[in-house]
């Protein structure tokens, strides 16, 4: 295995616009977490898988964004009407058992003009 | 709520050792971990400390004291190639929060 891949690698959109991300995980791996990064930041959680079932969102995270893992493997993260501030690398990560060893893919970069 | 406290940077000098320190205050968390994360790359696993104590993985130790709130990444024979970002993470929950980042120069 190849490690956690994320496609696309960069992203550059017009604000107002929808951008899909999607993730595949290490295939062993049944836990599977969205972060968002910004310069000079650690990366923030937005959200986590377990299989197929979303069992936390950030509170941070707007209606605007939603995730997916709909057979437990690949998850694909969405960004509706997209705005400036959502600029920002988005970060997969999957685990095999628990939280502590997180193995991140190399991330999707976004750029919202 | 959680929160963790790091030094933004650090500056050591090329085979030296250097200590990165993190404070956190959270509750009922499971560990400390710790990340490298290289300019425009991901972050990368380097340790976990589930229990107070020392671990050491090769160059790279990091201390946990849960009655301190308290931890540190000890890098040892620096080299150049350590020039990253370091980041300390408590587990809860079933997930990660990250302290924002040490970075660490080294000069030659």
């Known amino acids: 295995d190849t490690g956690v891949s994320q496609d696309p690698r960069h992203k550059i959109t017009k604000r107002g616009q929808n951008v899909t991300f999607r993730c595949d995980p290490i295939?062993?791996?049944?836990?599977l977490y969205w972060y968002r990064q910004t310069l000079g930041q650690g990366p923030e959680f937005l959200t986590y898988?377990?299989?197929?079932?979303?069992?936390?969102k950030s509170r941070l995270l707007s209606d605007r964004f939603s995730a997916e893992r709909p057979k437990g493997s690949f998850s694909t993260l969405e960004i509706q009407r997209t705005e400036q501030g959502d600029s920002a690398m988005y970060l997969c990560a999957s685990s095999p058992r628990s939280e502590e060893t997180q193995y991140f893919g190399p991330g999707t970069r976004l750029l919202v003009l | 709520g959680q929160s963790l406290e790091q030094p933004s940077e650090v500056t050591a000098v090329e085979g030296a050792i250097v200590q990165i320190n993190c404070t956190y205050q959270?509750?009922?968390?499971?560990?400390l971990s710790w990340y490298q994360q290289h300019d425009g790359g991901a972050p990368t696993f380097l340790s976990y400390n589930a229990l107070d104590g020392l671990e050491e993985t090769g160059r790279f130790s990091s201390f946990l004291s849960r009655s301190d709130s308290y931890g540190y990444l000890l890098l040892q024979e620096l080299q150049m190639k350590d020039s990253a970002s370091y980041f300390c993470a408590v587990g809860r929950d079933d997930k990660i929060i990250f302290g924002k980042g040490t970075r660490l120069h080294i000069l030659p």
């Open positions: 959270t509750s009922g968390f499971y560990g």
């Open positions: 898988f377990q299989n197929e079932a979303q069992l936390e």
């Open positions: 295939s062993e791996h049944n836990r």
